[in-house]
């Protein structure tokens, strides 16, 4: 970029063309009042408070949206424009109310935040003549259970506008009327609470004055200390900032990292109190002697203190491991298994599987990343040899074209899906193919709403149309593919027309669509668990690898092939080596070498056989006795599978079926509630470590406060478990040895991240891997040159129509997708306890089209029962023209309507997952009483 | 109160919460019902296989509110499902214009609006006591309201009945339509359509043009030897800014600036009310000279009868056309006189919030839909024919005290004759009253007068004989703007007519910027006061007109800074 000179305050000046004049002043420290100017919006120039004067221009020019050029002189301090500039600010201040909601720090008389900073600094008092005429008040808007609405103390600056729209494409706030009339309005200047608002916080992080504030954190802002760490939820890894006031989270805040920017959903920004919840554990508790296991009490609503009572930590660690130690010595190895967390730290991860392979001696060790991308994991092992994703979310940025499968990433992955829109917003077409229009749509350049099942049949479809019109990328496949002659052949007979019968969506559609997408000049494919959880996920994964393969559209920046991750850590703890059939780093347990590796790594004898998934595992515990591997003791760490499991009433059943469960976790879950030992731990925000996201960046939290009574934290749980049984561990300093674990787990995992050290992580918070050497910046995009097969080319597969395992019929005509929704994370053990999330979304609901509505004689806000062949949930309509006829969705977050109550324990035959998005109901409505 | 909120306990916190827990029977915000979304397609048509325009969006808020007479809240929201924008990307825009008035789905509209113009010439010949009586008169289901100039200075007090104008409205005539529901746009009879036109020569020279007989070089220099410049009021030479366009990159536009709404201007209408293709004419001549593949003109809403004549024009010129025409889409305003100002004018046109544009960019460079655009006002094009076809001597041999060409003048208040006065450039008040407005009005003295409408300040009668042209008048605090000249007599203050265009800038401020949204609604309260706080106001005249993004809050001080400098004996100064 070319550099110009030009004077500022009489001072030659030189900066790089096209810099805003406001910017270089900064640099120099020059401090101009600015109040509609924010770093990372788009400078709008309209509180006119950064005026300066440039010689030979009529009027003053805003510093924030001019740029400098070659002789230019400009002056920030001429009588002129500082006239201006304190005019603006004293005309802005004599229309605030005295008392405002923002102070400096603690200070009342200071109340206005940025404007009151800049009014202070230039000692600016507004006269009585002006406060005189001060604007009529506006009663406060305090309808939203997250934050006030004060438009008293509004500036019409926009900048909230911005964040809405520009950042976070939610689109709900906008300025309404005219002159002096001038309103931000939510909707129709709706009630910000019963408006369309989601709730992300772009606005009060934006909000200069005040108009727009977090409820916890009104008027003195003032906090004890700020903290560093990862947002808990999702798998995009927002950076957070925990306010931490008098050992209380107050508030969180957006950080600049690279996954996020600054930005938040309202799970990260309002979802934290529930670390702060009077459902806490805080005390080990041990069953009492004749209190039952039975999930009947589950809906009962019961006090825990009738089936457990309060022990000491020695006492409940001594039961919990002797009891595993026991029954490992009586029946082997195979009677005990673990799940272990995708929302614990890699640290924690690690520590776990190493506790279940060498302390239970089995594999038998799994967690959640086996209920929503297992199939996608199998099928990118096996295609591309990497279960990760190949680019980074942002990468759709230089995409110029999104195709969205069988995800909801506005409710799942908002933060994630801002990127998306906003590549939308500079010409990037988005195609959603779901059977379900979600909000992604309105961006969408076209939505393919195809019949749920028939993912294999559209993509299919697609592969025929880029085949037979000559548009694969023949060099790609002859360079990087194997078996793209068979793959050619096999989708020969697919052809739109004949799929199109099978997916509903029309021919021509199908044909743009595929056209699109292979002579797009990047085109790259993100999928959530509408792909992953059917029993042919691993085949629909296998088509989405192929469609990026014979076009070529993988290895480059804005290609590729993104599955989101749910969790905050599912990327990590599968990493770490949480899956039965690979050790740390997606090693195969049945592969001598790596068997001999770990053998001699951690000292010990182990299992060559790999060990039981989730639902077969739940399985094994209600095998006959006669059964060498009936699972009869398990250790599960911060996981629900009492909720999160398909057919809960046989999960649930097989958990209350072991001879001994030991539950680590925050609150009582439906889990725990079946336990013989609950072991209280500690929350993400109560302890340092690191999780991975879905983009393979390895991030650091840090402890931001400390765990309410006597819960621990869990790394030091796991170590004390493996003390009792029989394990000599030693990972000494601080943090219970974290650093030393995470050491210990780079060294077991360096061809992904050997070149990430702990005090690489403290120094920068976020390293992308593979990451192999000190030096090593990070690769966000693989594939490049070679994929991670043994042969280092991609290996095609082909998939045939496979249908549901359960199709509706007379009796069930109703398909059940069950899912998330935004507010709830999981099975909702921690967000339904989040106060403002659970306002907002405080009840079951059961999302139908108005259509069938009708059909069913039912209307919006009616109680229906929605009942399958193993069990029946009772919760409300809402509407939803998203959801397609014939088809419910139902959130799986509530304990009260379990959705999973319903779901079919199908498995895909490869990645072992259940068929969550698809089975067969009926939905009648529910007379109360 | 304040105490209160900040020292919200958690425990507080949880209880307001509670009060806020509520199941949702529906997708968060309002959702369209099939009802309201059947009734915007009967109106919209069914969207396109690419979908609505989203430039179009003020259309269809045209559409649903001429046929509903007001915008619903349900149709709000029904349109932006099928426009696939949010609700708010509607509602936002249809809150800015004046002429959408939206009710809840409750509400009744009313049968007939009628609006009474309240600017300063129609407010000289008694529009307020006008509008009083109507208020009083009229039923329930009719609305009364005042409206900001309706263009039609000459004919005040002015009136519309829905969309039909009554000029020199009385209470009896207004009543009288009202009852016999005479809404719509009256006829043009004396307009000069297409055949007409034609017969006399019209489009020969378009023609020519087009076929480049007449080389684009020379329409050029005929232009910039004339010295025409822009008639808007901003007056930047014509002949410069076809060249700065036309060496812009293709895909260039053209925008035609139709809003006049400057208070004491209607000279526009009064031209294009006769001779429609005089002015379609030019901008098909400045089309093919400067390489515009579209055109937009943007018409105010308040001129329902030239909108009809016009559009039965394009039609005729469409199904007729006289050489291969640019694609040709005429806009309707919606209340608005921000509009006028061209960057906002295109932001109108591209269906949003009449906001103006920073500069830079300029227009000519990112203008309408990001591309380079060649924004005129009517006028201008309205001279190019004679220009071209009489030579740029014989415009320039015209003038008067060392000015040179004509203009075009729109007269109004205390004189005679008001109305539209070609004459020379450079004339003087008290010349432009006595030789073309028949003197002042009866029993009228000149007292002062304001020569470029509401913006262009108010100078006193002993100021009468300067020369009126762009540039004469700024070392008066003035400038001529688009010669709206509008003349007070002893019997009106000064302060009087201040206040009213300050009232009339606050009305119509877009509010975007601090010192005009804040500036101009402090300005008017104060104005307002017997004795003016002056310290204050000409604080808040230097920042407005210092600060401001455009030229609207830059010029609001011009009416502050002449009372005080010409008429402080009236606001209680020395």
């Known amino acids: ?929 | 109160m304040q105490t209160d909120k900040t020292t919200e306990t958690r425990m507080d916190l949880e209880q307001v919460r509670a009060q806020l827990r509520k199941p949702r029977p529906q997708l968060k915000g309002r959702q369209a019902t099939d009802k309201a979304l059947a009734e915007v397609r009967a109106l919209t048509g069914l969207p396109p296989p690419g979908g609505h325009r989203r430039d179009l969006l003020i259309e269809y808020l045209h559409s649903l509110n001429d046929h509903y007479n007001a915008l619903f809240e349900s149709h709000i929201v029904a349109l932006a499902a099928e426009m696939r924008l949010s609700v708010v990307e509607v509602f936002e825009v249809a809150s800015f214009y004046h002429h959408f008035q939206i009710l809840k789905d409750d509400e009744s509209a009313p049968r007939i609006t009628v609006r009474v113009c309240d600017s300063l010439s129609c407010s000289l010949a008694g529009s307020e006591s006008l509008l009083h009586q109507l208020q009083l008169h009229m039923k329930a289901d009719v609305s009364v309201v005042n409206a900001p100039c309706l263009g039609r200075c000459e004919q005040a007090p002015a009136v519309q009945v829905g969309q039909q104008a009554v000029p020199r409205a009385t209470l009896e005539e207004v009543v009288r339509r009202v009852t016999d529901n005479q809404t719509t746009p009256l006829d043009l009879p004396q307009a000069l359509r297409l055949e007409a036109y034609v017969q006399a020569g019209g489009y020969q020279l378009a023609q020519r043009v087009a076929g480049a007989e007449h080389d684009a070089e020379s329409v050029l220099q005929v232009l910039e030897s004339s010295g025409l410049r822009g008639l808007g009021g901003a007056g930047f030479p014509a002949g410069r800014k076809w060249r700065i366009v036309r060496n812009q990159p293709a895909g260039r536009l053209m925008a035609v600036n139709i809003d006049e709404g400057e208070p004491g201007t209607f000279k526009d209408r009064i031209c294009l009310e006769r001779d429609p293709h005089r002015f379609l004419e030019g901008v098909l001549i400045a089309a093919s000279v400067v390489g515009c593949e579209a055109v937009y003109i943007y018409l105010r809403d308040e001129y329902h009868e030239a909108r009809v004549l016009l559009t039965q024009e394009l039609a005729a010129l469409q199904a007729d056309p006289p050489c291969a025409l640019p694609r040709i889409e005429l806009r309707r305003g919606a209340g608005a006189y921000i509009c006028g100002e061209e960057s906002a004018m295109i932001e109108s046109i591209e269906g949003k919030r009449g906001a103006p544009r920073l500069r830079p960019p300029y227009i000519a460079e990112v203008g309408l839909f990001g591309r380079p655009t060649l924004a005129h006002n009517f006028e201008t094009l309205y001279w190019i024919r004679e220009l071209i076809e009489q030579g740029a001597e014989s415009f320039v041999a015209q003038g008067r005290h060392g000015r040179k060409g004509l203009r075009r003048f729109s007269v109004s208040g205390r004189v005679k004759v008001p109305g539209v006065k070609l004459a020379p450039a450079g004339i003087t008040l008290r010349e432009l009253v006595d030789e073309y407005c028949g003197g002042m009005a009866e029993g009228h003295a000149l007292y002062a007068y304001l020569p470029g409408g509401a913006s262009g300040g108010i100078l006193p009668a002993r100021l009468a004989d300067v020369p009126l042209d762009f540039d004469t008048l700024q070392p008066y605090g003035c400038f001529i703007g688009s010669a709206a000249v509008v003349v007070l007599s002893a019997s009106d203050s000064a302060r009087e007519a201040a206040l009213n265009v300050m009232r009339f800038f606050a009305h119509e401020s877009c509010g975007q910027c601090t010192p005009c949204r804040v500036g101009t609604d402090k300005a008017a309260q104060l104005m307002a006061q017997a004795s003016w706080d002056a310290d204050t106001l000409q604080d808040l005249a230097q920042v407005m007109g210092d600060a401001s993004i455009c030229g609207l809050g830059q010029a609001a001080p011009n009416p502050i800074r002449c009372v005080l400098d010409y008429f402080a004996h009236e606001v209680g100064r020395p």
């Open chain 1, 1 to 929: 970029m070319s550099t110009i000179e030009f004077s500022l305050n009489g001072q030659q000046v030189q900066a790089p063309a096209g810099k805003s004049i406001f910017s270089i002043a900064k640099d120099l420290g020059i401090q101009i009042p600015h109040l509609c100017h924010k770093e990372g919006l788009a400078p709008d120039g309209n509180c006119r408070a950064c005026m300066v004067e440039i010689d030979g221009e009529r009027v003053l020019a805003p510093s924030c949206c001019r740029s400098a050029s070659s002789g230019m002189k400009v002056q920030t301090d001429s009588v002129r424009a500082v006239k201006s500039q304190n005019m603006v600010l004293e005309l802005l201040l004599a229309d605030m109310p005295d008392q405002g909601y923002k102070w400096l720090k603690d200070d009342a008389c200071a109340p206005h935040g940025e404007l009151s900073q800049w009014v202070v600094a230039r000692g600016v008092q507004p006269r009585e003549q002006l406060k005189a005429l001060r604007r009529e008040a506006v009663p406060a808007d305090l309808s939203h259970p997250a934050m006030a609405v004060n438009l008293d103390a509004c500036i019409q600056c926009n900048l909230c506008q911005r964040a809405c729209r520009d950042l976070q494409v939610n689109d709900v706030i906008g300025l309404a009327f005219r002159g002096a009339h001038t309103q931000v309005v939510f909707d129709m200047a709706d009630p910000m609470g019963e408006s369309s608002c989601v709730a992300c916080g772009e606005c009060v992080q934006a909000c200069p004055t005040g108009a727009l504030m977090p409820k916890t954190q009104l008027g003195a802002q003032s906090v004890d200390r700020a903290v560093d760490s990862v947002c808990p939820f999702c798998g995009v890894g927002c950076q957070i900032t925990y306010n931490v006031r008098e050992e209380k989270i107050i508030s969180v805040a957006g950080r600049d990292g690279p996954a996020n920017q600054g930005r938040l959903c309202v799970k990260g920004r309002f979802g934290f109190d529930y670390v702060h919840s009077p459902e806490r554990l805080t005390v080990p508790l041990i069953r009492k002697p004749n209190a039952a296991k039975d999930p009947a009490m589950l809906a009962q609503g019961l006090d825990w203190r009738e089936v457990f009572r309060e022990a000491t930590w020695d006492e409940a660690l001594d039961i919990a491991g002797g009891r595993l130690l026991g029954l490992r010595n009586q029946h082997g190895p195979k009677s005990l298994a673990g799940f272990g967390s995708a929302k614990g730290s890699n640290e924690e991860a690690y520590l776990f599987q190493k506790l279940v392979r060498t302390g239970f001696g089995s594999n038998n060790v799994d967690h959640c990343t086996r209920l929503c991308h297992a199939s996608s994991v199998a099928a990118l092992l096996e295609g591309v040899g990497s279960g990760a994703v190949s680019n980074p979310v942002r990468d759709v940025a230089q995409a110029d074209l999104i195709f969205v499968i069988g995800a909801n990433p506005t409710s799942n992955h908002p933060v994630a899906a801002s990127w998306m829109k906003n590549a939308a917003q500079r010409g990037t077409r988005i195609v959603l193919a779901d059977p379900r229009i979600t909000d992604i749509g309105r961006h969408a350049w076209r939505t393919l709403q195809f019949n749920a099942d028939t993912d294999v049949a559209l993509l299919n479809a697609m592969l025929n149309v880029i085949v037979t019109e000559g548009l694969c990328n023949e060099a790609f496949l002859k360079e990087r593919a194997d078996n793209a002659v068979e793959l050619k052949a096999h989708v020969q007979h697919f052809t739109p027309e004949a799929m199109s019968l099978v997916c509903g969506i029309p021919a021509d559609t199908i044909r743009e669509v595929a056209r699109a997408y292979a002579t797009a000049k990047t085109a790259m494919i993100l999928w959530g668990m509408g792909v992953s959880q059917h029993v042919h996920g691993t085949d629909n994964v296998r088509c989405l690898i192929a469609l990026a393969s014979i076009t070529g559209q993988i290895g480059r920046p804005g290609t590729g092939l993104h599955p989101l991750r749910g969790q905050n850590n599912v990327q990590g703890a599968s990493d770490a080596g949480l899956i039965p059939m690979m050790y740390p780093n997606y090693q195969r347990v049945n592969d001598s070498s790596a068997h001999d590796w770990f053998e001699k790594f951690w000292d010990t004898k182990l299992d060559k056989d790999p060990g039981y998934t989730v639902v077969e595992i739940m399985q094994k515990a209600l095998a006959p006795d006669s059964d060498p591997h009936k699972v009869r003791g398990m250790y599960i760490m911060g996981e629900n599978p009492a909720m999160s499991d398909p057919d809960l009433n046989h999960a649930r059943h097989a958990l209350a079926s072991l001879e001994h469960l030991v539950v680590q976790d925050i609150f009582m879950t439906e889990t725990a509630w079946l336990a013989d030992v609950v072991l209280p731990a500690s929350a993400w925000p109560e302890k340092t470590g690191s999780v991975s996201n879905t983009d393979r960046m390895v991030q650091l939290g840090l402890q931001a406060i400390e765990p309410p009574g006597q819960a621990r934290a869990d790394l030091r749980i796991i170590q004390d478990l493996a003390l009792r049984l029989g394990l000599t561990w030693s990972y000494p300093g601080a943090d219970q040895g974290m650093a030393s674990v995470f050491e210990e787990m780079r060294q077991a995992m360096a061809a992904a991240i050997g070149g990430i050290t702990w005090n690489r992580l403290l120094r920068e918070s976020s390293v992308t891997y593979p990451c192999l050497s000190p030096q090593d910046p990070g690769q966000a995009i693989v594939f490049d040159h070679v994929f991670a097969t043994p042969d280092g080319r991609v290996q095609l597969h082909t998939a045939e129509i496979i249908t549901a395992a359960e199709l509706p019929d007379i009796d069930f005509p109703f398909v059940l997708i069950t899912g998330r929704q935004l507010e709830h994370w999981h099975t909702g053990s921690m967000t339904r306890r989040a106060q403002v999330l659970d306002a907002l979304e405080p009840a079951a609901s059961a999302s139908l089209c108005a259509a069938d509505m009708t059909r069913l004689g039912v209307a919006a806000g009616d109680m229906v029962a929605v009942t399958s062949r193993r069990g029946r949930v009772v919760l409300q309509v809402r509407q939803d023209e998203g959801t397609p006829k014939g088809a419910v969705f139902i959130p799986f977050a509530y304990v009260e309507a379990a959705a999973n109550l319903l779901t079919h324990a199908a498995l895909d035959p490869v990645g072992k997952i259940p068929e969550f998005k698809y089975c067969a109901v009926q939905i009648a409505p529910s007379i109360p009483g």
